[in-house]
């Protein structure tokens, strides 16, 4: 009988103390919890190192794809400038492109667009992989039939040299020419690219699985708000 009431203080002690271990703990640990997603392609030690819980760690130097100078559907030179700031997610196409994949990744492409129309952190673009055809004015009725506005979301044509440079170079997707004959065949990767505020590459996606392009809405929204806690600790 003597123990009944010291399990009742233990019970008592145990539900007041919970809570604040609880509090105490998401505080330290739950606090903007997230998991980083990854940066793809070569990356090198800086020279430089940062605090981190009371350690030194040295910074990191990551792939950056760089300047482009390229023209969209509305006339206008668009340059990675262009998109300072803005969390950028890339798919590649050609108008003469009609194949159920090509119709797949557009719609994908629609979706994702009118899902983050309102959000001004994110921009979609639309890479031709067929600048001989792909012309201004043929982009422009082409962004017309997907309501694709200039500025949010950008269908890229220009130099064939400078386009192909930064789609299989810089973003390391492939995409190339062969020639059958007297026959010209575009191959490139269906996919979908994800790059961060700062022009880093943070993620690849299969533009035909849906799987995929549900992972790439939920790696925006990430990238959001790695962006968000960036800003606020002021790196």
Known sequence: MKSFPIKKILI???ILAVPGFLYNILQDQGKNRYKPLPYFGPKKVA????SVRGNMVPDTIYHNV???KLINQAGDTVTAASYEGKIKVINFFYTKGNTE?????????QSLAKAYNRNKVVSFI????????DTPEVLKAHAANLSAEPGKWDLLTGDSTTLYNLINKRLFVDAHQEHIGSERKLVYSNMFVLLDYKNHIRGYYEATSAEDLSRLDDEIKVSIIEEL????DGR
């Open 12 to 14: 008592l002690v145990t």
């Open 47 to 50: 020279a430089t190192s940062r």
């Open 66 to 68: 760089g300047e482009f």
């Open 101 to 109: 994949a090509v119709q797949i990744a557009t719609r994908g492409m």
């Open 126 to 133: 639309s890479l031709s992989i067929d600048p001989v055809h």
């Open 229 to 232: 806690r960036n800003n606020n």
